[in-house]
Structures are given as C-alpha cells and as structure tokens.
C-alpha cells in the first residue's frame, strides 16, 4: 500500500473482505497511521528494490482537490516497471460492458454503468454513480455521493467534490475542481474551478 492515511484504511478493509492482506506499506513515518495490523513500513527506494512482477501496488493516496501526488506516485511506480491492482468493493456494481482499468479503486456502493470508461489510477469514491457511457480519464477523484449523468466526459487529473450533480453530456477539462454540491450544467474548462447552484467556473490560480 502507497499511503496510510484514512483513504488507506478504507482499501484495506476491502482488500481484507476480498481475502487479501497487505504485505506492508509506504509511508514517510507512522505519524497518521491509520491502516490496521502489524506491517512492514518501507520506503520508496526499497520498494523500487523488489521485483516488479513478484509485488502489486495499491495507490492509497486520497485527494480533496489536489490529484498532482496521487498521479506522481502512480507514473513514478509504473516507470520502474510495477502493476496497480484495481479494486472493486464487494458491495459496488461495475457493469460488464464498462471499462475499468489499472488501479482503478471503485469503492462500496460506487456504481459504473453500462459502456462507461475509467481510466487508470481514478477513484470512485463511496456512493458515487458513474452512469452510461461516461468517459472518466486518468488520475481523477469522483468523490463520495457525487452524480454524473449520462455521456458525462472528464478529463484527467480532475476532481469532482462530494455530491456534486454533473448532467448529462456535460464536459469538463483536465485539472479542474468541481465543489463539493455544485450542480454543473455546462461545460468546464480545462484547469477551471466550478462551484455552486449551478455552478459558475473560473480559471484555477
């Protein structure tokens, strides 16, 4: 596990539901540490020390904006040759004609529906639904209770806040923010923050 934090914790506890058990875990120190049992604590170089093919990484990093850390660590670990494990809660539903790539984390309740695309590394966070033929791109956070409608497109690196509403064939850019409980009924921007009912978007700082 990259990470320890509470987003860590929440994966663990779907790894362990799965059957699985973490074998250690990357973290700076111990301060923060919420992932439970007694595990190794190794650092970045020991980890790049292993053999790729004998370790899957779990990217345990949260976000609640920010998306540039959990995107660095992923591209970091897949230069050196390692594999993500993409994880599906027991209670979540992906639909089989969706497509749900490296380490993508669709967490308890998510749904991803029909012909739905979601790109490596991206969160679906608790409870969110990701409804037919979205196109979800690489490094995003769709956070918990977020809705997005129908022929939704998001680009990567973006985050769309707790319970915000997307509707249908809206499209947002690369590097935005969309907050928590925004209504978003028009397109956003690359590299625009949107928040609001509806929301108003203005270009990121």
Request: overall charge negative; hydrophobic content about 45%.
């Amino acid at each position: 596990m990259i990470g320890g934090g509470g987003h860590a914790r929440a994966l663990q506890e779907i790894l362990l539901e799965a059957g699985h058990e973490l074998a250690g875990y990357v973290a700076p120190s111990d301060a923060g540490l919420a992932l439970a049992g007694d595990m190794e604590r190794l650092s970045d170089e020991q980890v790049l020390a292993l053999d790729p093919e004998s370790v899957l990484l779990i990217n345990g990093l949260g976000s609640v904006g920010d998306l540039s850390l959990r995107a660095s660590v992923f591209e970091k670990f897949k230069a050196a040759g390692f594999n993500f494990l993409q994880t599906t809660a027991q209670t979540s539903h992906v639909s089989e004609s969706a497509s749900v790539v490296e380490g993508v984390q669709v967490m308890h309740m998510a749904v991803v529906h029909s012909d739905a695309t979601v790109d490596d590394n991206t969160i679906i966070n608790t409870g969110a639904i990701v409804e037919h033929h979205n196109v979800i791109g690489s490094h995003c956070h769709i956070a918990i209770g977020a809705v997005l409608s129908g022929n939704v497109t998001v680009g990567e690196r973006t985050h769309i806040g707790a319970n915000a509403t997307v509707l249908q064939g809206v499209k947002i850019g690369s590097n935005c923010i969309i907050g928590a409980g925004a209504v978003v009924l028009h397109d956003v921007p690359d590299n625009h923050i949107a928040v609001g009912v509806p929301a108003v978007a203005k270009k990121r700082g």
